[in-house]
């Protein structure tokens, strides 16, 4: 009882963001859902498809995608609530500061994770279209990569919408948000 009285005057610290990774629950880093806008403009949901276990930089990044220095890999893929787009997040923790540049056409990025019995189960390496890398200077990067549903493959000389690249940095930059405010 006197430690439950102790704890409501004096709450636990929040953690240092540098440690926010380890220190919140997955579905604190990765929430349930996340509004934002679809490619098309309408307000939608995205909604979390799955979370892939923690993996190394190398692994889970293309090699332009993250500097030396990463050290570990957090993945997620949510699908938009009409379940017609899917994009895999990618949380690079960095052993320090780092920034990303905005990312245009299909840049090195997260590599996607697919997961079975869902919109996202059709995505992979073949059938991201866009992305986005958001870094602040602290330590996180946050990447997406972004595609189709319905499993269909880019090509080279694919235009990719403005509006689909626009969606994908829009779910990098409420994440990364979340871990560093």
């Given at each position: 009882m006197l430690l439950s009285v102790m704890s409501a005057?004096?709450?636990?610290?929040?953690?240092p963001v540098s440690e926010r990774w380890?220190?919140?629950?997955?579905?604190?880093?990765?929430?349930?859902?996340?509004?934002?806008?679809s490619p098309s403009g309408a307000r939608v949901t995205y909604v979390l498809a799955g979370v892939a276990p923690e993996a190394p930089c190398r692994v889970a990044f293309q090699p332009a995608a993250v500097r030396?220095?990463?050290?570990?890999?957090l993945r997620a893929t949510y699908a938009d609530s009409t379940?017609?787009?899917?994009?895999?997040?990618?949380?690079?923790?960095?052993?320090?500061?780092?920034?990303?540049?905005?990312?245009?056409?299909?840049?090195?990025?997260?590599?996607?994770?697919a997961f079975p019995g869902?919109?996202?189960?059709?995505?992979?390496?073949?059938?991201?279209?866009t992305g986005a890398l958001i870094g602040s200077g602290e330590r996180y990067l946050v990447a997406t990569a972004a595609g189709y549903?319905?499993?269909?493959?880019?090509?080279?000389?694919?235009?990719?919408?403005r509006r689909l690249r626009d969606a994908a940095r829009q779910v990098a930059t409420t994440l990364h948000r979340a871990l560093t405010r």
């Open positions: 005057v004096w709450p636990t610290p929040a953690p380890r220190a919140w629950p997955v579905a604190r880093v990765f929430p349930d859902t996340v509004t934002g806008v030396p220095g990463c050290r570990v890999a379940q017609t787009f899917v994009t895999t997040v990618g949380i690079a923790v960095l052993d320090g500061p780092g920034r990303g540049p905005w990312g245009a056409g299909r840049p090195a990025t997260v590599r996607p994770v869902g919109p996202a189960e059709r995505f992979g390496p073949r059938q991201y279209f549903a319905d499993g269909r493959s880019y090509q080279p000389g694919d235009r990719v919408t």
